[in-house]
């Protein structure tokens, strides 16, 4: 089964760091691009970022809104990718979500999602 | 690129014929998805390509436009379509962009 399960979310303080991981299976992980989303309470969806596969050179992008503060990496020798966020914010209270992308030609969609780990950012 | 849904919210009948539009800020050519999203729940993708149903996505969803405007149509809704649904232009990035979200509710 193709499964992406996130894990690391909990409460932290105000400027504080916190790793998130996304462990996947039933799929080869290094032929795809990672992405992290995320969801505030009661708000709509935001992108977070994204990690090509290794074959598009593995680069990132980021949302203006987390650009310098967080990090996305991963490990295609244990199907991880991670989401590292410095420097938070009460603003990134949110359920983040680890997805897969996947291209078609000419097409381009997230097409698995895991179940989200929710991040609270409080003193 | 912006992305604006209408409606926000929609109230409909199991049955009725629902519409959702997307209207895009500038041109995404065909670089749009669908997503719904139940309470509690990671959203699902259910049309990519503006029109391409995603596999396992049942046949009464429908995508259709390009360019700026976009449709998602239920032809019959049935009581487990009621959600919230997205949509998320993959054009130009960053950023990858949402709209607000259009919540289909229960007549």
């Known amino acids: 089964e193709v499964q992406l399960v996130e894990s690391g979310g909990g409460l932290v303080k105000p400027g504080r760091s916190l790793r998130l991981s996304c462990t996947a299976s039933?799929?080869?992980?290094?032929?795809?691009?990672m992405s992290w989303f995320r969801q505030a309470p009661g708000k709509g969806l935001e992108w977070v970022g994204f990690?090509?596969?290794?074959?598009?050179?593995?680069?990132?992008e980021y949302a203006a809104s987390v650009k310098g503060r967080f990090t996305i990496s991963r490990d295609d020798s244990k199907s991880i990718a991670y989401l590292q966020m410095n420097s938070l914010k009460t603003e990134d209270t949110a359920v983040y979500y680890c997805?897969?992308?996947?291209?078609?030609?000419?097409?381009?969609?997230?097409?698995?999602w895991g179940q989200g780990t929710m991040v609270t950012v409080s003193s | 690129i912006q992305l604006t849904q209408s409606p926000s919210s929609l109230s409909a009948s199991v049955g009725d014929r629902v519409t959702i539009t997307c209207r895009a800020s500038?041109?995404?050519?065909?670089?749009l998805a669908w997503y719904q999203q139940k309470p509690g729940k990671a959203p699902k993708l259910l049309i990519y390509?503006?029109?391409t149903l995603q596999s396992g996505v049942p046949s009464r969803f429908s995508g259709s436009g390009s360019g700026t405007d976009f449709t998602l149509t239920i032809s019959s809704l049935q009581p487990e379509d009621f959600a919230t649904y997205y949509c998320?232009?993959?054009?130009?990035?960053?950023?990858?962009?949402f709209g607000q979200g259009t919540r289909l509710e229960i007549k």
């Open positions: 997805t897969r992308g996947q291209l078609w030609p000419l097409a381009f969609a997230f097409d698995i």
């Open positions: 039933g799929f080869t992980f290094g032929d795809y691009a």
């Open positions: 990690i090509r596969s290794k074959a598009y050179g593995g680069t990132t």
């Open positions: 500038q041109g995404i050519s065909s670089y």
């Open positions: 390509a503006a029109s």
């Open positions: 998320q232009q993959l054009n130009s990035y960053p950023p990858i962009t």
